[in-house]
């Protein structure tokens, strides 16, 4: 115990991880005890031949330097080590300057010290007092060569011999004491750089598991989800009292303002961990737009607002850019617009201007909405902040929508900006310029030649029996028996023919004996998962020479290198656990279309 408070004593330890504030204490604890005993030394060394000659001068030599010991206790007692710092430059600088004068000015022994002094400042404070306390020392050299008629004759009467004798000690102690500053603030550092690297690696390493973990709730969290908020849909389409259907849309709404916060908590992690992926794919703007408005119109309409959509016919319709992430941001603008609007409209222009192959878009949204005051402008694109504290109670969300926006925009190489008066409304701003890009090509879609209806089986069989009606065959791939159910319960039966396939294994056996209008493939299956599945569904197409049917992903993994690692293996679309009645029958309508023609002409 007595040992290591005499370590720490002599080494003081690093608090907190602070190597910087230990490497300033070390380095000026071995120079104040270095200072202490050689400036001692040398003056008792001198004691005999100067006492009688130079009394006071030899006094203040030998006990000047003892009052640096002080230091130490000092740096033992308080944190502060820039206070103790400023007091041991103060007072060696003083101690050096009335020596030099007493002894010879700007020729004396004494004033060499005043060299190490200027980059013991550096060293114990840092590079701007350092650079002050040059000009501090370059200041009183300029003094005392002024000063040298005033300065006590005695001493230039020593001879050269002498004078370049102390001058050498001088020059040794000087650089003595640099060298060891020197080297022990550059340990430290070395020491400081060593532990940044491991603190990084562990930084890294808890960020990887942090996503890992992330992505594992995702998943894990949807897939229940998806049974409850599937199976309350559900439950709303049948004979329910007026309180029953109350009871039933509130666990629909809930559960979507549930998946809405843990969306912006996982887009928020990706994109502060720098893991955000944007891509750069032909889109068509004025279908885009159009979604987008088709997205909002019931909403509106249930409100009794007026939605309003502005485009300018000039613009260039194909476009280059990540298509998802605008629409993210869009869909979080005039959602934001439609949450905090009671009555009046809310209007989306879209504007902009071609300069050099690419297209400088500026999407407007207006709202009539309650406001902003200006003093809060800023604080709405911080995370988990609304104007105001109260309206967490007054409105749903977690107050990450526009934050996410922002960066969002700003990973673009855009920007968003807010415009308000209070009572009147909103408007933002999103600017971004994308190139403008060729027309986009369709997808070749190719015939197949088997025709044979698959009826509901779950064992991933197919019936066998010939196609003598025109209802759309799904081959679904779900290990899961609620999502299975769910699934079944929102296609509706007069117009599909489904098949499900519990692995990866039996739907690809189920694909390959038969014909199929669509895929809907799982990712998280046992056997064989959704990727391995889509890419083996792809060889076995080029081998055949089969028409290429599209897949879609149906997935709870919501992370976006999982959408391009399911484009990747194959799958032409995403669709995101849970699933949504509406959004399940539009990408069904989407994909089947090209493919019913494709077969029938073939």
């Known amino acids: 115990m007595a040992r290591s408070a005499i370590s720490q004593f002599f080494w003081p330890p690093v608090i907190d991880g602070d190597y910087l504030d230990a490497a300033r204490k070390r380095c000026l604890l071995v120079v104040s005890i270095a200072v202490a005993i050689i400036g001692?030394?040398?003056?008792?060394?001198?004691?005999?031949?100067s006492m009688a000659t130079y009394p006071i001068q030899t006094i203040?030599?030998?006990?000047?330097?003892?009052?640096?010991?002080?230091?130490?206790?000092?740096?033992?007692?308080?944190?502060?080590?820039?206070?103790?710092?400023?007091?041991?430059?103060?007072?060696?600088?003083?101690g050096i300057v009335v020596v030099a004068i007493i002894a010879g000015g700007m020729f004396s022994r004494s004033a060499l010290f005043l060299l190490p002094w200027a980059v013991m400042a550096t060293l114990f404070l840092g590079w701007k007092e350092g650079v002050g306390a040059a000009v501090i020392v370059f200041c009183t050299y300029l003094a005392l060569y002024f000063m040298r008629g005033m300065i006590a004759p005695s001493v230039y009467a020593m001879s050269i011999d002498a004078l370049s004798h102390w001058l050498v000690v001088g020059l040794s102690m000087t650089l003595v004491m640099l060298i060891t500053g020197a080297a022990i603030f550059q340990r430290e550092m070395e020491h400081a750089a060593i532990k940044l690297c491991e603190a990084r690696t562990e930084a890294e390493s808890a960020n990887r598991a942090k996503s890992d973990f992330l992505a594992m709730m995702s998943h894990e969290i949807r897939t229940p989800m998806n049974g409850v908020l599937g199976m309350a849909e559900m439950l709303e389409d049948t004979e329910l009292t007026n309180q029953q259907r109350l009871y039933a849309k509130t666990i629909t709404s809930s559960g979507a303002s549930l998946m809405t916060i843990i969306n912006d908590i996982l887009d928020l992690s990706k994109i502060e961990a720098g893991h955000i992926s944007l891509t750069n794919k032909p889109f068509a703007l004025h279908s885009f737009i159009e979604q987008i408005s088709m997205l909002f119109k019931l909403r509106a309409n249930q409100q009794q607002l007026d939605l309003f959509i502005e485009l300018d016919q000039n613009l260039p319709d194909h476009i280059s850019g990540d298509a998802g992430r605008i629409r993210q941001?869009?869909?979080?603008?005039?959602?934001?617009?439609?949450?905090?609007?009671?009555?009046?409209?809310?209007?989306?222009?879209?504007?902009?201007?071609?300069?050099?192959?690419?297209?400088?878009?500026?999407?407007?949204?207006?709202?009539?909405?309650?406001?902003?005051?200006?003093?809060?402008?800023?604080?709405i694109f911080r995370k988990f902040e609304q104007a105001e504290g109260t309206t967490t109670r007054r409105f749903d969300g977690a107050g990450l929508g526009l934050a996410i926006s922002r960066q969002l925009a700003h990973a673009?190489?855009?920007?968003?900006?807010?415009?308000?008066?209070?009572?009147?409304?909103?408007?933002?701003?999103?600017?971004?310029?994308?190139?403008?890009?060729?027309?986009?090509?369709?997808?070749?879609?190719?015939?197949?030649?088997?025709?044979?209806?698959?009826?509901?089986?779950?064992?991933?069989?197919?019936s066998g029996t010939e196609l003598k009606t025109s209802r759309i065959r799904v081959l679904i791939a779900?290990?899961?028996?609620?999502?299975?159910?769910?699934?079944?319960?929102?296609?509706?039966?007069?117009?599909?023919?489904?098949?499900?396939?519990?692995?990866?294994?039996?739907?690809?056996?189920?694909?390959?004996?038969?014909?199929?209008?669509?895929?809907?493939?799982?990712?998280?299956?046992?056997?064989?998962?959704?990727?391995?599945?889509?890419?083996?569904?792809?060889?076995?197409?080029?081998?055949t020479e089969a028409r290429r049917t599209p897949i879609?992903?149906?997935?709870?993994?919501?992370?976006?290198?999982?959408?391009?690692?399911?484009?990747?293996?194959?799958?032409?679309?995403y669709l995101s656990k849970p699933i949504r009645r509406e959004q399940l029958t539009a990408m069904l309508t989407k994909w089947t279309t090209a493919s019913r023609k494709a077969r029938d002409v073939a």
């Open 329 to 379: 941001i869009l869909i979080n603008l005039i959602g934001n617009a439609l949450k905090f609007t009671e009555k009046g409209h809310i209007k989306l222009k879209v504007s902009g201007a071609v300069m050099a192959g690419d297209v400088e878009l500026s999407f407007i949204v207006e709202d009539t909405g309650i406001g902003v005051p200006e003093d809060k402008l800023d604080d």
């Open 552 to 573: 879609v992903c149906v997935t709870a993994h919501a992370f976006e290198d999982q959408r391009e690692k399911t484009l990747a293996a194959g799958m032409d679309d």
């Open 478 to 543: 779900e290990d899961n028996d609620v999502n299975r159910l769910v699934i079944k319960s929102m296609i509706d039966a007069a117009k599909y023919d489904i098949c499900f396939a519990v692995n990866g294994v039996k739907a690809l056996a189920a694909y390959k004996a038969a014909a199929f209008d669509i895929v809907l493939m799982d990712v998280s299956m046992p056997e064989m998962d959704g990727h391995e599945t889509a890419c083996a569904i792809r060889n076995f197409e080029r081998e």
């Open 40 to 49: 001692s030394l040398s003056g008792w060394r001198n004691f005999d031949t």
């Open 60 to 94: 203040i030599a030998i006990v000047v330097p003892l009052v640096f010991l002080v230091c130490p206790f000092l740096i033992a007692r308080t944190p502060r080590v820039r206070g103790i710092a400023w007091f041991f430059l103060a007072f060696s600088y003083i």
């Open 412 to 462: 673009m190489g855009g920007d968003i900006t807010a415009q308000s008066v209070c009572g009147e409304g909103c408007t933002f701003t999103f600017k971004v310029t994308l190139p403008v890009a060729a027309a986009i090509p369709s997808a070749p879609v190719r015939a197949r030649d088997t025709s044979v209806v698959i009826t509901h089986r779950e064992d991933g069989s197919p």
